[in-house]
């Protein structure tokens, strides 16, 4: 089964950027739409980004879309979310997910594998 782990989380300051990292361990990374949810203290799930299995369709959420950047590569079973000009109101943790031979969308139920989650705290 696919087992995933994030990373690359933290602390920065309003404006700054970071990368996050979802790195699978298991088969068939390459047939999973992979998408990326946050969850901020008190607030419902959201999903922020997604890109299909092979990489050829994205989506991002209209509150990130121009400073958020998702990619993949299939062959180190990774997908990153390159995060800039991060606000406030970004702070959340953030999770990945896996969806069998999905496509890029955002409905968390669908997705069938998720990771531990990251922190990211903006803040000055």
């Known amino acids: 089964q696919l087992q995933l782990v994030e990373s690359g989380g933290g602390l920065v300051q309003p404006g700054g950027s970071l990368r996050l990292s979802c790195t699978a361990s298991?088969?068939?990374?390459?047939?999973?739409?992979i998408g990326w949810f946050r969850q901020a203290p008190g607030k419902e799930r959201e999903g922020v980004s997604c890109i299909s299995s092979r990489g050829g369709s994205t989506n991002y959420a209209d509150s990130v879309k121009g400073r958020f950047t998702i990619s993949r590569d299939n062959a180190k079973k990774t997908v990153w979310l390159q995060m800039n000009s991060l606000k406030p109101e970004d702070t959340a943790t953030y999770y990945c997910a896996a969806d069998w031979e999905g496509h890029c969308h955002f409905a968390s139920y669908a997705y069938s594998r998720w990771g531990q989650g990251t922190q990211v705290t903006v803040s000055s």
């Open positions: 298991g088969v068939s990374f390459n047939y999973y739409a």
